[in-house]
């Protein structure tokens, strides 16, 4: 089946420092990506859309400034946490619909997920 | 307002016996429905969708859901559980705006 990986799978930061996160579909492509954000034992909530070769679309309340989104090709897309702060410590999901170029109606499959932890 | 809402926060089960995770969404329409498995180091996996046609679904590992319009529900149902059931199970929703809206989960705890 459709696979999404993630990377790194957990990471530890300084205050104040820059973070990125990786989204790849391993066996397929994805125009459309989707970012989530998950704190402990609650829901996922979405963050943004990530397309590629177009700007990201931002859920209402995400700072785009602080979230920034690369959908530099047709099988990544990457999150950068800029000036991470405890706050943002948090589970960050990516999901990427099968179908290339389809709508987010189609199936998700979802990556394993990052844990950041800001110190 | 749209949403959906998972009312068990935790069940437990014992090994053997059947399973119900409850499920209800409030919108105007028929939106289309997911089950979701969400086990530790793993990313979320479908069990199972709803989209429109027979409102029995079967899914991946025994799983089941009915979907029922005059309760605005889809629940999860599985006859007998095995210890390896026991993870986290999000019911999500797309009410057509594209958007994934995901329940609060259930924590599935299987004891022997």
């Known amino acids: 089946g459709a696979v999404v990986s993630q990377h790194p799978s957990r990471v530890i930061c300084k205050s104040g420092t820059s973070v990125k996160i990786e989204c790849r579909s391993l066996d397929f492509q994805a125009t459309t990506m989707f970012w989530y954000r998950q704190f402990p034992k609650q829901s996922l909530m979405l963050m943004a859309t990530?397309?590629?070769?177009?700007?990201?679309?931002?859920e209402q309340g995400v700072e785009k400034d602080k979230f920034l989104i690369n959908h530099a090709s047709l099988t990544l897309s990457t999150l950068t946490v800029t000036s991470a702060h405890p706050e943002d410590s948090s589970f960050y999901i990516c999901s990427a619909p099968r179908l290339a170029g389809g709508s987010s109606t189609d199936t998700q499959y979802f990556g394993p997920g990052t844990r950041l932890t800001v110190l | 307002a749209q949403s959906v809402t998972q009312p068990d926060i935790h069940i437990t089960v014992s090994e053997g016996a059947s399973l119900e995770l409850r499920c209800n969404y409030s919108y105007g329409a028929t939106p289309y429905l997911f089950w979701y498995v969400q086990s530790p180091g793993q990313g979320l996996q479908l069990l199972l969708k709803?989209?429109?046609?027979?409102?029995l679904v079967q899914g991946i590992k025994g799983f089941e859901a009915e979907f029922k319009r005059s309760q605005s529900s889809f629940n999860l149902r599985k006859p007998s559980v095995h210890w390896s059931d026991a993870a986290e199970y999000f019911c999500a929703v797309f009410f057509g705006n594209e958007k994934l809206t995901f329940g609060t989960g259930t924590r599935l705890t299987i004891i022997p």
């Open positions: 990530s397309n590629e070769g177009s700007k990201a679309t931002y």
């Open positions: 709803y989209f429109s046609g027979d409102t």
